[in-house]
């Protein structure tokens, strides 16, 4: 089973390292072509407006939302997560739109009121490490939104469908848990099809 991380910006080795500790190979998608290689794609943190417009100037736009079409798992964690969002408070301009959820952008403040902490997740049983750095928060979600994890009140992890997002950056830690829920998505999703 192969996992792409889109490589437009993020810490990419970090996503596929995690990856790899699943059992999956990771594999970064720095061409669109590469998305036929892969059965589920991870979407990195970085700043959403540069990812959004490198997405654009490489035709991954399309790509990616033809890619969750055919019900394909997509993992957005930190600005992945904005960049998967439908909606961006503050009337922003969107990029996929392929979640029904809203995000507003460096919810948490600035780089300075970075912080670690753990976090319980539905459907994982022991806590996550999580990394929280100029993270977003989701501020609503759809009717089909099943939210994973509330940290002070707020949405930091939902999943709908074939889609899966983060506030945090689990890539950052050894615990791979996450990425495993991930990887446990598009096995389902592989086998779903066969």
């Known amino acids: 089973m ?8 993020g810490a990419v080795t ?33 700043e959403s407006t540069t990812i959004g417009k490198l997405m654009r100037k490489y035709g991954f736009i399309e790509a990616i939302r033809d890619f969750s079409a055919q019900a394909k798992p997509i993992f957005g964690t930190c600005a992945g997560m904005i960049v998967l969002a439908k909606r961006i408070a503050g009337g922003e301009p969107s990029h996929l739109e392929l979640m029904d959820i809203t995000v507003a952008r460096n919810a948490f403040g600035r780089q300075r009121e970075s912080f670690e902490c753990d976090l319980d997740v539905k459907g994982i049983n022991e806590p996550v490490r999580a990394v929280f750095i100029r993270a977003p928060l989701i501020n609503e979600v759809g009717p089909d939104v099943d939210v994973l994890t509330v940290y002070n009140d707020e949405i930091v992890t939902a999943r709908q469908d074939n889609l899966l997002v983060s506030s945090f950056h689990p890539e950052l830690t050894d615990d791979y848990r996450l990425h495993q829920y991930f990887a446990d998505m598009v096995k389902a999703s592989v086998e779903a099809k066969q």
């Open 2 to 9: 192969k996992i792409g991380v889109l490589a437009l910006q």
């Open 14 to 46: 970090e996503h596929i390292v995690s990856i790899e500790k699943t059992g999956a190979e990771g594999l970064p998608i720095k061409r669109v072509e590469q998305l036929e290689e892969v059965e589920g794609l991870i979407i990195p943190g970085g």
